[in-house]
């Protein structure tokens, strides 16, 4: 079970994939992520190394450059809408005049800053996430300190997508076998029609399916064959040390 397009590059062998298990990935995902969002205002040097170093796990992970843009295409309107107001909204000194409006250069420098730092979390969420499967990474939670209501809603969740593309795939089908060869906007106006039915669809059968597993034992968490692997301590605290200490190395560039 799973989509193709989510797991396109997670059976690339790569050092990362083989020295590291989905949980180790997580927590290096993580460990980059807050060292981006956490590190000093004006620490450039230190989002270099920052860069550096996000930019050898994704040569590690063999992953595309092109795969990674998209990724990142993806989340670039949440943070870059939010960077554009500072040059406006910011006071300094001003650098440019479009008519009324002007730039200040504290505003576009703090701008620039948060579009580095998120720039590189979500690189460093979106390698780990392309290279592992879904499946994986859902097992890799297990060695997370989170409370198992939210493991098992992530689970559950990721498994209902299926059920939706199914119920849709179903729909689909229907649709094209009475239409005929009904013109696109006939074809349009009736899968417009069918979403609200194809929700209460696919609220129905997970209802039945919810019920299901009740009767068959199920306690908030979903077995599974393949037992959770082991996270390596030494490794984990190893990467995490490195992005602290490149965290501190931004906050002694700021102090100085």
Request: hydrophobic fraction near 50%; proline fraction near 5%; aromatic fraction near 8%.
């Amino acid at each position: 079970m799973g989509f193709t397009h989510l797991d396109r590059y997670a059976d690339r062998e790569s050092w990362l994939t083989f020295h590291t298990s989905p949980g180790q990935r997580i927590w290096i995902a993580l460990s980059a992520a807050f060292a981006a969002g956490l590190m000093p205002p004006g620490a450039w040097r230190a989002l270099a190394v920052l860069g550096l170093v996000v930019a050898l796990g994704v040569w590690s992970a063999r992953l595309p450059v092109s795969a990674l843009a998209r990724r990142i295409g993806q989340a670039l309107p949440f943070f870059l809408l939010p960077a554009l107001a500072l040059p406006v909204s910011v006071p300094g000194p001003a650098v440019l005049e479009i008519g009324p409006v002007s730039l200040s250069g504290t505003g576009l420098l703090r701008a620039a800053e948060i579009v580095a730092r998120a720039t590189l979390a979500v690189s460093a969420v979106a390698v780990v996430i392309s290279v592992t499967r879904a499946t994986d990474l859902l097992r890799g939670l297990d060695g997370l300190p989170l409370p198992r209501l939210v493991k098992s809603s992530l689970s559950l969740g990721y498994r209902y997508v299926y059920l939706l593309n199914d119920e849709l795939d179903r729909t689909a089908r229907a649709i094209r076998s009475r239409m005929g060869d009904a013109s696109r906007l006939r074809l349009w106006r009736a899968r417009a029609s069918t979403l609200a039915h194809l929700f209460l669809r696919a609220h129905d059968r997970s209802a039945r399916i919810h019920a299901a597993m009740l009767s068959r034992g199920y306690r908030d968490r979903l077995p599974t064959l393949q037992p959770a692997a082991t996270v390596s301590r030494r490794l984990t605290l190893a990467i995490a040390g490195l992005f602290a200490v490149i965290w501190l190395g931004g906050l002694i560039e700021v102090m100085r």
